[in-house]
């Protein structure tokens, strides 16, 4: 099992995933933690990717997926966000985004959305977003992790 750090895809006339790492030491260490969390449970590669203003990232289970899809199904999210619209300090904010399809039955949960961005071919599934909040968030987001994501499901 390896962690590895994304250096982005191109897509036409830019860079996706571009940031290689945080724009702050403590977004980019709890990226780092998440990763290490996930590969700790789920015993696969993991790979840390940050946009490009490298105000967000995160890390992601490895799957077998080509190009853009790849490396979707599952991941633990991090960015910074303005605490107000005229506010200058940024708080972090966790996200768990899974694909609905590695999902274990009866999952309660608020906030679904479709991935519209450059779809690729046959990329027309639901994924699941959720805030995690309060303190010790990932280690939060792990656990509703092992409860609800069938790790098997994810392509290898």
């Not at 702050?24 to 490009?52: G, H, Y």
């Not at 506010?87 to 985004?97: A, N």
């Not at 479709?114 to 995690?132: A, C, K, Q, S």
Request: charged share 25%.
């Amino acid at each position: 099992m390896v962690i590895t750090r994304s250096n982005g895809i191109a897509i036409q006339n830019f860079v996706v995933g571009g940031g290689y790492n945080g724009c702050t030491n403590e977004l980019d260490n709890i990226v780092m933690d998440a990763a290490q969390k996930l590969e700790e449970f789920t015993k696969r590669d993991i790979e840390i990717r940050f946009n490009s203003d490298r105000r967000s990232g995160g890390a992601w289970v490895v799957d077998s997926l080509p190009g853009f899809q790849g490396n979707c199904h599952l991941g633990i999210s991090a960015g910074l966000y303005p605490v107000n619209s005229s506010s200058l300090p940024s708080r972090i904010r966790l996200h768990i985004y899974v694909d609905t399809t590695v999902l274990r039955s009866g999952v309660q949960a608020t906030r679904f959305y479709r991935r519209t961005v450059m779809p690729g071919p046959g990329d027309d599934n639901e994924h699941l977003w959720l805030e995690i909040d309060g303190s010790n968030r990932v280690g939060k987001a792990v656990e509703w992790i092992k409860r609800w994501v069938k790790i098997s499901k994810i392509p290898k």
